[in-house]
């Protein structure tokens, strides 16, 4: 079997909190949503770039307090833009790892961890002040 995407579940309790973390902070746009009825649960796709999550306020789809590992490109300038944009709950510090990579790690209101990372390359940043991670 070859996979083609993998798409993390991640619990989610309130569909407002969840717009404002993953639409309006860090970027993501709605693709698709799913309700059996009105006032039942949610299901949201999300995707920003490659990358796509599901959000289920579903009791039985996820378990709170998932983390999603990911690497990729520009992620310190995806850190600085998040910082930018001064969101009250979240201010991630930006490091560099014991597996050589530059990362930051954010924490969504329903106790989920998204951790952002590159391959630290020493000449693409060197100017960086970075906490270590040991």
Do not use: C
């Not at 560099?96 to 209101?109: G, L």
């Amino acid at each position: 079997m070859k996979a083609e995407q993998i798409i993390p579940v991640l619990r989610i309790f309130d569909y407002q909190k969840a717009l404002e973390f993953y639409v309006d902070w860090l970027g993501f746009e709605i693709v698709w949503e799913h309700r059996f009825e009105e006032n039942f649960p949610v299901y949201i796709e999300v995707k920003k770039e490659n990358m796509v999550f599901h959000l289920s306020e579903h009791h039985g789809d996820a378990s709170p307090g998932s983390s999603i590992f990911i690497w990729g490109e520009g992620v310190v300038e995806y850190h600085k833009e998040l910082i930018g944009k001064n969101y009250k709950y979240n201010r991630p510090g930006l490091e560099k790892t014991f597996y050589d990579a530059v990362s930051f790690t954010v924490n969504d209101p329903f106790g989920n961890k998204i951790i952002f990372n590159e391959k630290f390359e020493e000449a693409k940043h060197k100017d960086l002040e970075l906490d270590s991670q040991g």
